[in-house]
């Protein structure tokens, strides 16, 4: 199904993957894939990174989910590294496999990702791309405290606004106060643009994951990380995982309160605590 129907349809609850890196990670995302499916997410989604290995295997789990038609797959595709033809080509790939649902993103230069200078700059091409290619419902990425290359949050939010007229909905990535999502979601629609934006949940379950997220561009907020602290300090690994899942529990509460139209779980390809979480705001 598309997943604009499938939003329009009611609360969605999707879940994010990364391509396995090595048959290890293969068995072990064969594992998760299999203990969260009686879930029954909406969809599930596939990210798309690092080089041609990477990518292929991004390429092979999404149309191999879509199918085993079990589930809804999204295909993440970035624009970074690949020409217009290669981007034509991959899509066109997807829609013969009869994938119907992609995620069009800018990507980040990286050490593994050779830069094409004829790549399409921003994602707003790549949605104009796979328009051009089939009949996708297309989803777009939208950061609630900014890009981080944007200059400020007035051009962040215009060119937001911009590519989230021409895609069908938007995935955030992860932020730790709902207050977030209200803004930006009121912020578009000041600008005119009311297309659905999924709230993207990522708990912290260890203390070493914070210095991470803070790259990827979503800082844990102090009072989160004097929380897990506490959590480390009175009951270890253990107690900060707990504590970090009953955060995102209550992110989601007050998300769920603010009628977001779904929730999208970074699972990092793991299954426990998306499944907890899961079993305490749907009992299943
Ligand atoms: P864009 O929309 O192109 O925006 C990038 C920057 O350019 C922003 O600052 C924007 O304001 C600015 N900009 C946009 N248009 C213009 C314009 N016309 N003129 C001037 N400035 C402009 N990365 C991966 O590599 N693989 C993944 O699978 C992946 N999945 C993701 C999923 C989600 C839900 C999210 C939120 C991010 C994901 N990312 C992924 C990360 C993403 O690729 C990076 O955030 C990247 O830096 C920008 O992505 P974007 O699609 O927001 O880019």
């Not at 149309?63 to 033809?85: I, K, M, Y």
């Not at 009121?186 to 709230?199: F, H, I, M, S």
């Not at 995102?248 to 779980?265: N, T, Y």
Request: aromatic share 6%.
């Amino acid at each position: 199904m598309r997943v604009d129907a499938l939003i329009a349809a009611g609360l969605t609850r999707s879940f994010e993957f990364f391509p396995p890196k090595s048959d290890a990670e293969s068995i072990r995302l064969a594992a998760t894939l299999r203990e969260l499916e009686p879930l029954d997410p909406s969809f599930v989604s596939v990210t798309y990174r690092g080089g041609p290995v990477s990518r292929q295997r991004t390429l092979e789990l999404v149309t191999r989910v879509q199918s085993e038609g079990r589930l809804t797959a999204v295909a993440h595709l970035t624009c970074v590294g690949h020409t217009p033809d290669e981007l034509r080509e991959i899509l066109g790939e997807y829609a013969r496999a009869g994938v119907e649902n992609v995620m069009a993103l800018g990507g980040d230069v990286t050490d593994d990702v050779v830069p094409s200078p004829s790549s399409p700059r921003y994602a707003l091409e790549l949605v104009e791309l796979a328009r051009e290619v089939g009949t996708f419902s297309i989803g777009v990425a939208a950061h609630p405290l900014g890009h981080p290359r944007s200059v400020d949050r007035d051009s962040d939010r215009r060119h937001l606004a911009a590519k989230l007229r021409a895609a069908d909905f938007a995935v955030t990535q992860f932020f730790f106060d709902a207050r977030e999502w209200s803004e930006l979601v009121e912020d578009l629609a000041a600008r005119g643009v009311d297309k659905p934006v999924l709230p993207g949940v990522m708990p912290v379950t260890t203390l070493r994951s914070v210095e991470r997220m803070a790259t990827m561009g979503a800082a844990v907020p102090p009072a989160l990380i004097a929380r897990l602290e506490a959590a480390d300090r009175r009951g270890g690994d253990g107690a900060v995982r707990d504590e970090g899942v009953r955060a995102a529990l209550e992110l989601c509460q007050d998300l769920l309160a603010r009628g977001v139209p779904g929730l999208h779980f970074y699972t990092m390809n793991h299954s426990s605590a998306t499944r907890e979480l899961h079993r305490a705001l749907f009992a299943s």
